[in-house]
């Protein structure tokens, strides 16, 4: 079995702060990890994935992620927050067969002035 | 431009009325997915399918039905015997392997309103 916790349901950042958005992972297998934005009535987009390869991952939009299984987590940072940055942004967990993803519980971002 | 369609945008029903939500992918992806968003509780799996003709239940099929005829396409039919319709319905497609290396691509969504 699989879970995805995200740690705070909303985060208000100052623009130009730093953004941190935390996820816990479970897994019984070795997983894959993902974090996905959604803007207001929009499907979900990519933002970058944890595939083994390498433990710090790069994503679009400035974004990067850290693996560290010892702390089975995947935060996902930002140095410098950008008005454009308002979103909600889901962390999600796979490798079981059929590519199924579990999805945490989302953690939306409000971007101050 | 490949990508993933859901039609229509928003869709209004009266309860007790069944309502089919169109899926259309062109990224010639093998597997498709349903998820339901509510606010604050993140996307559930209603169905997915992994080839074409066979399809699997997700954690909240009751009330749903799916059919794949055809690679491209993945129609979700909302029936009146869901309790609680009325939400925001995504499509996703992916490749597939054994291990779940692959993201999925989502659609725009639907938004579904019963009343």
């Known amino acids: 079995a699989q879970s995805v916790t995200q740690l705070g349901s909303h985060v208000s950042v100052s623009e130009g702060a730093l953004v941190l958005l935390r996820c816990n992972y479970s897994s019984s297998v070795p997983p894959y990890l993902f974090w996905y934005v959604q803007y207001p009535n929009q499907g979900l987009q990519l933002l970058l994935k944890?595939?083994?390869?390498?433990?710090l991952v790069k994503g679009i939009n400035g974004f990067e992620a850290e693996f560290k299984k010892s702390e089975t987590s995947f935060h996902l940072t930002k140095p410098s927050a950008h008005m454009r940055d308002a979103a909600e942004y889901f962390c999600a967990v796979s490798g079981a067969a059929g590519n199924k993803l579990t999805f945490g519980g989302g953690t939306r971002v409000l971007v101050k002035p | 431009d490949g990508g993933i369609t859901q039609s229509p945008k928003y869709l209004f029903r009266k309860e007790g009325q069944n309502v089919t939500l169109s899926c259309e992918q062109n990224l010639n992806h093998d597997a498709m997915y349903w998820y339901r968003q509510d606010p604050g509780q993140g996307l559930r799996l209603i169905y997915y399918?992994?080839?074409?003709?066979?399809?699997q239940k997700g954690d909240i099929a009751e009330g749903y039905s799916v059919s794949r005829e055809k690679k491209e396409s993945f129609p979700l039919t909302v029936t009146s015997a869901q309790k609680n319709p009325t939400a925001f319905y995504l499509c996703?497609?992916?490749?597939?392997?054994?291990?779940?290396?692959?993201?999925?691509?989502f659609g725009p969504g639907t938004r579904l309103t019963v009343t």
């Open positions: 399918s992994q080839i074409v003709n066979d399809f």
């Open positions: 996703a497609s992916s490749r597939v392997t054994g291990t779940g290396a692959y993201e999925q691509y």
């Open positions: 944890y595939t083994s390869a390498a433990t």
